[in-house]
């Protein structure tokens, strides 16, 4: 009897790690299709954009120019969180905008009106497209390109800065990999034995070799402040830390001023000048 009922308990915790493998998607990324604004709303002038990845795939993405009359300083390839869409990040747009930068955000395939269905090769392929648009359509200079990547976008961004030679890579809210990440969140799941993505930006940072700026707040609820410190730490020079307040979606604007001209002063000090 004892041992029958062992053997149940083993097989229905299997079944239910078999659940949680199968349905995993819905637990790394929250798309939302419908966009509720455009920077046209909130004052700026935009391009809405499509182009195709290497397999196939429609992204659907917005190119925000600098001001007119203002002298474009760089470009942000803008890699977002794993939640919502282009249209919830009209905030940190601003920001650069209002620094002088032209933007380019896109969705991943599953997001907003991109095609397809996310997944990690296809964010990475997604992030891919929307480099090339920047430098064989709009043909911006490699080193003019700032990747900024925020959350799950961090680990995005730092994929493509190992792929292709920017001119600076600033990761905001990043975390280690998607397991060290799983197992802080679940510390009751065998997170390593079932995950399907690795998002593993700790074994990618010391072989990207362009300025890099972390930043992240000890009040980040979602992804530990310890993980952001281990990418800094492993992360080959030049580089720097920008500790800010709040939480994990709100730190940027908690923070305010210093975050802006802490973000601002390292781009500046990296970015090749025009």
């Known amino acids: 009897m004892f041992f029958s009922v062992i053997a149940s308990i083993v097989f229905g915790y299997a079944i239910f790690l078999g659940l949680i493998y199968l349905t995993q998607d819905s637990m790394v990324y929250f798309p939302v299709k419908e966009l509720f604004t455009n920077p046209k709303q909130s004052g700026m002038e935009y391009d809405e954009v499509m182009f195709s990845t ?41 920001i650069f905008h209002e620094l002088g930068f032209s933007v380019l955000i896109f969705d991943y395939r599953g997001y907003g009106n991109s095609g397809g269905k996310p997944s990690e090769d296809g964010t990475y392929l997604d ?83 362009i300025p890099k700026l972390f930043i992240h707040s000890p009040d980040d609820q979602i992804v530990p402040f310890k993980q952001g410190r ?24 908690v923070t305010g001023r210093p975050y802006i001209d802490g973000m601002n002063r390292f781009i500046s000090d990296h970015l090749m000048p025009n």
């Open 54 to 94: 290497s397999d196939g795939i429609t992204i659907s993405a917005w190119y925000i120019p600098v001001q007119s009359g203002v002298q474009e300083r760089g470009t942000v390839l803008f890699c977002h969180g794993n939640a919502g869409n282009i249209s919830h990040r009209i905030d940190s747009i601003r």
């Open 127 to 209: 992030a891919e497209a929307a480099w090339e648009y920047l430098t064989m359509t709009k043909k911006i200079s490699p080193d003019k390109i700032i990747l900024f990547g925020r959350s799950l976008g961090s680990a995005v961004a730092a994929e493509t800065a190992l792929r292709k030679k920017a001119g600076v890579l600033v990761i905001e809210s990043g975390f280690t990999s998607l397991s060290d990440l799983g197992s802080f969140i679940y510390p009751y799941l065998p997170v390593r034995l079932i995950a399907k993505y690795k998002y593993s930006t700790i074994d990618k940072i010391s072989g990207i070799n």
């Open 230 to 253: 281990e990418l800094y730490e492993k992360a080959a020079g030049p580089k720097e830390f920008l500790e800010i307040k709040g939480g994990h979606n709100d730190g940027f604007m």
